[in-house]
């Protein structure tokens, strides 16, 4: 029940593009060691086979050792290569290219076991190739089931007709036994990084939602002022310094007081949040539009200038006019003050004068946009 489990969550991690994304990053990094070690571990050996002869081993021995441990160095060496291309380039190992490599890795080290079952019985180098490929390598547990059965399979065939031996059980057995270890390693192994990964998952969407809720009014939807003052300090220090005009507009509902008194404070507050959502829906992603304070509403408008900041005024104020609230028998008006950056001036200065104008706005009337 336990390995049905873990196979019917394995295949669904393997669909989830974040932990596609870990097991990428993971693999990332243990590629560069597996192809630093692999690369002078089979230098190591290749100089020994050439330079340092067995006298016990003929000539043609020496050859497929050669070749075998000649061909982990190439593919290592081959793989630091594309990994060192990648680094200039800003871009990240593929799936495929991994699972390349340490295919043929895996099968190098089969295929030294049966230069070894040509002369001794030994089978270190197939127990470590398997071994090797749960702990460095992450992928889905069908590709490890792949990997071991194409690797006992080409052992298989090699011993049969390469080396022209009869298999037998007695060489099966242990054959069996380090791919059973191996997928039990896999299961293990990525068991356990999954775990972190999804600890690590629910920590980031955690914080995430925490910052999120830092920056946002409750009941609204919008920024707060926390946030507003921090955007407009920004994108104020950017429109002095690359020159790009820079415009502001407060909102305050006319006679909100009525509602609260005369309806009750959640018929006000469910007019609040309708008004956060209509505003939302009417200013581009690269503005800002947050809660002031009350019933007070601020908008920065990036790279735009007096008349174009009028123009969205105006647009809000005929939209909430026209718009029908639930629980308001009358219509919802609201006056609008806009000021656009005219010179080096600070955040407060810049909410002050846009104040100012809505003052003005309300002493003619209210249900208006002053500029």
Known sequence: MELRKYITKDFLYSKSSEIRKLRSFDNDKSVRILSVFTLLISTILFSQNVFLPDVQIDH??????????????????????????KDLKGKALS????????????LTTTSTTLVDFSHITDYSAYCFGLLMLPLF???????????????????VLGFIFVLGNEFSLSVATPIIAFSIASLGAAISVESARLKGNLLQLQLEESNRNLKELSHKDALTGLFNRRHLMESLHTLLSASKRYDFP???????????????????????DKLLANIGRLLASLVRDCDVAARYGGE???VVLSNTNREGARFVAERIRSRIENESFDDIPWTVTASIGVATREKDES?????????????????????????
């Open 246 to 268: 820079l415009s502001v507009l407060i909102l305050d509902l006319d006679h909100f007081k009525r509602a609260n008194d005369s309806l009750g404070h959640q018929v006000g």
């Open 95 to 106: 799936h495929v290219a991994t699972l390349s490599y340490v295919t043929v890795l895996t």
């Open 60 to 85: 043609a021995l020496q050859l497929m050792y050669g070749m075998c441990f000649g061909t982990s160095a190439f593919f290592s060496g081959f793989m630091l290569a594309i990994l060192a291309l």
């Open 296 to 298: 007070e509403f601020c």
């Open 137 to 155: 390598i992450r992928t889905s547990f069908f590709v490890y089931i792949f990997i071991v059965l194409l690797n006992f399979s080409w052992f």
């Open 347 to 371: 955040a407060e200065d810049f909410l002050k004068a846009a104040d100012l104008k809505l003052y003005e706005s309300k002493a003619s009337g209210r249900n208006r946009v002053s500029a």
